[in-house]
């Protein structure tokens, strides 16, 4: 059997939710990337406590979607799986710039511009970064697997022009001491000039965390 196997690229439609809305008083733009199994318009609950009038999110979806349980039910989505990983690595980078950049004709001047990564999304956003040169002047890394098999230190995005913070709950049942401390060696091995802000919490994006950090490292003050 002469069983050949190839790529073909299409244009795809892709799916994505905000919350607020975009004015010429939006003073923080956001740009949040969803956990693995989630959907785009669940994380934005986690900014119930934002003030929409200053704050715009946009949180798009992952291409690949799957039933929740089972053949039916709830449907999920998540950024990669192992097969043809470069190609769609390379593929989400793509879409990813390309929503960034719809909305960045929009933004008003001097707006922050914040990336948000939780889970397989923060990972995604590690790659993103690495693959292009994006001008946020935050990401918030949110209980995330650092990338260990690319060079961070040659990414396209300067690392030392962002301000990069690492978050996690110090009860997250992924990220054991042992995980930390090879995360902690992937940082060095990058030079990464990562700002370190643990707290009491498990696997999810906390959204009293989420507030404290926006006031504590990214809130502009009159």
Known sequence: ??????????????????YGDLTEKTKYFWFALHGSRMLCEQVLYKFSEFDTTEHFIVAPEAFNRLYAKDF????VATWM???DRLHEINDIGNYLSSLYKHFETMMPDNCHKIL?????GGTMGF??????KINFQTFIAYSCWIPEEIDLSQAKTDWKELQLIYTYGLQDQFLKPSSIEKLEMVVEK??????RDSYEG???IDRENLLRLFNKYVLIKD
Do not use: C, E
């Open 1 to 18: 059997m002469n069983i050949q196997t190839k790529n073909f690229q299409i244009n795809k439609t892709v799916r994505y939710s905000t």
């Open 202 to 204: 498990d696997h999810r």
């Open 127 to 132: 790659r993103w970064l690495n693959q292009a």
């Open 116 to 120: 948000l990564g939780f889970s397989q």
């Open 81 to 83: 799986t192992k097969r």
């Open 72 to 75: 039916g039910g709830d449907v």
């Open 190 to 195: 990058n030079n990464l000039p990562l700002i």
